[in-house]
T-cell receptor, first 115, second 110 residues
Framework: SAVISQKPSRDICQRGTSLTIQCQVDSQVTMMFWYRQQPGQSLTLIATANQGSEATYESGFVIDKFPISRPNLTFSTLTVSNMSPEDSSIYLC????????????FGPGTRLTVL | TQLLEQSPQFLSIQEGENLTVYCNSSSVFSSLQWYRQEPGEGPVLLVTVVTGGEVKKLKRLTFQFGDARKDSSLHITAAQPGDTGLYLCAGDGGTDKLIFGTGTRLQVFP
């Protein structure tokens, strides 16, 4: 299984500012995913990030609010822009498991609090 | 839109009790997975079920995939405090995407 790290692990930010979250994988992967987990809730997919192409966003999420970079096969960033308290969540990145398994491996998450 | 509803939403039990968590959908899935998430960590895969009617066992955990591949259950025998966490079912949403269930938060007291 892939080992995934995220930075920062947590942060407290002021409204109106932006935060960039980093996701590093210990092996090369084609697809990376970014999720949001609001307090006490399940995971919601924000976007899928493939290396060398624009990220694909899910309904309700837009690039201006959540720009994503995918500069190589082991790294991705998610920026939460112009933050408001409603953006307070855990943000998780993941990578696809072995082909044909439909499984994913997750990073430990970034806990964001917006004041 | 594919939705996965889990029940119960919360479960608080004593050590040694048995419990069952349900994951239901009106859609057919080619596979379903179960994950457990502990505080401060990402979800960790427990099992994948792919065949209708399939039953898989992982120590004290028994997973079943419905015959029609629209639902799944997780049964824990003799729960222990280490089983505490958020249990999530997830189905394939196409293009390697996962659709997560609404989650079941389990608390096992010693």
């Amino acid at each position: 299984s892939a080992v995934i790290s995220q930075k920062p692990s947590r942060d407290i930010c002021q409204r109106g500012t932006s935060l960039t979250i980093q996701c590093q994988v210990d092996s090369q992967v084609t697809m990376m995913f970014w999720y949001r987990q609001q307090p006490g809730q399940s995971l919601t997919l924000i976007a899928t990030a493939n290396q060398g192409s624009e990220a694909t966003y899910e309904s309700g999420f837009v690039i201006d609010k959540f720009p994503i970079s995918r500069p190589n096969l082991t790294f991705s960033t998610l920026t939460v822009s112009n933050m408001s308290p409603e953006d307070s969540s855990i943000y998780l990145c993941s990578v696809a498991g072995p082909q044909g398994t439909d499984t994913q491996y997750f990073g430990p998450g970034t806990r964001l609090t917006v004041l | 839109t594919q939705l996965l509803e889990q029940s119960p939403q919360f479960l608080s039990i004593q050590e040694g009790e048995n419990l069952t968590v349900y994951c239901n959908s009106s859609s057919v899935f080619s596979s379903l997975q179960w994950y457990r998430q502990e505080p401060g960590e990402g979800p960790v895969l427990l099992v994948t079920v792919v065949t209708g009617g399939e039953v898989k066992k992982l120590k004290r955990l028994t997973f079943q995939f419905g015959d029609a591949r629209k639902d799944s259950s997780l049964h824990i025998t003799a729960a222990q405090p280490g089983d505490t966490g958020l249990y999530l079912c997830a189905g394939d949403g196409g293009t390697d995407k996962l659709i997560f269930g609404t989650g079941t938060r389990l608390q096992v007291f010693p």
